[in-house]
């Protein structure tokens, strides 16, 4: 606006100024023809006219132009200049927007690094070992329920067996004290039947086993030879033979008893042992699965705000462009319009400063 007020006055001082008597060249008439061709120029020919008919001071028209063209010149110096000052400004920002995409893009990469081939893998690591030390706690935990429901089977039987080798003991005893009376040979017939009756029911009491089969067999040859004194002693001491075997089985058997009480205790011991150990360890192993999941999701996080920044700093470079984009169209379309304006003023102080002009002009109103 300043600018068309300027050109608006410069152009009332041309209606002042003087002519010549001079006539123009063929190329000064082209030009004027080409400055009459432009709204600029047209005015400025246009009032330059009216006023040399009035016969106003060539000097003011002068100065008026030269401070137009100096003027116009000026805006053109300032636009070089602030547009020189915003490409600096875009040089700068684009450098530093750059710079942080690439220190973004790095960091994003060994986030990433460090998640795929450290902490990732860590964490499967430490979750396979821990599904092992769980597993192996559990197959602890059913070894010992094996072998104790084992050690249950193998204590009833030992009872079983106990109990079958004390039925034996008393069956010698009762056959031994009977016999011991059939021995004295001062019995009646009616107490050797007695003798028989009881020795055939103790007997019969018996489970099937080598010693009592023995028992049956010397009970059978005692009711054979009742009668005969040196036999029935023989086969008193056949049964003590007996007694001692039963009593040996007795003690076998209460010794491997005793063995494999000690060995089931010595491997559930081992078992629960081992079991402890292993809690220690799973502790162990989730508290540095615990860890490394803090640690990847502190990663997870910082890659993800990396991320967003690298989003943002390369939408602030797009945008600082296209800002510069149409900062520099502006310029260019500024500057195009102010040396044209320039070029029209240049042109018309040239023409209007010829004498020829105002001969032209006196010769064009006299037609």
Known sequence: MARSFALVVCMLLLAFASASKTRLTSAQEKRITELRQSNLGEIMLTLAELHMMS?????????????????????????????????????????????????????????????????????????????????????????????????E???????SNVAEQNDALSAIDECLEILEQLSSGSISLVQTKKFKVSLNKVV??????????????????????????????????????????????????????????????????EREEDNKRLAREINITLGEIDGTENRIF????????????????????????????????????VRAQLVHELAAANDAYGIIQNAGFGANLSGNVAL
């Open 153 to 159: 089977e193998d204590h009833e039987v030992y009872e």
């Open 55 to 151: 016969a106003g001071p060539v000097d003011e028209l002068n100065e008026a132009l030269e401070a137009l063209i100096e003027d116009i010149q000026e805006k053109i110096d300032d636009n070089d200049e602030a547009y020189n000052e915003r490409s600096l400004q875009n040089q700068s920002e684009v450098t530093r927007l750059e710079g942080l995409i690439s220190d973004t893009e790095v960091h994003i990469s060994n986030a990433n690094n460090i998640l795929e081939n450290i902490l990732y893998p860590a964490l499967e690591e430490l979750q396979s070992t821990l599904a092992s030390e769980n597993q192996s706690v559990e197959d602890n935990n059913a070894y010992i329920a094996t072998i104790t429901a084992q050690r």
């Open 298 to 333: 502190e990663k997870e996080s910082y890659l993800a705000d990396r991320q967003q920044a690298l989003a943002t700093f390369t939408a602030e470079l797009e945008a600082e462009q296209e800002a510069f984009a149409e900062a520099t169209e502006f310029y260019e379309d």
């Open 204 to 269: 019969s009491s018996l489970k099937k086993s080598t010693n009592n089969s023995m028992i049956k067999a010397l009970v059978s040859l005692a009711n054979q030879e009742f009668t005969n004194t040196g036999v029935v002693l023989k086969i008193i001491d056949a049964f003590q033979g007996v007694k001692q075997s039963v009593q040996d089985t007795l003690d076998l058997l209460h010794a491997d008893e005793a063995t494999s009480v000690a060995h089931w205790e010595s491997e559930v011991t």
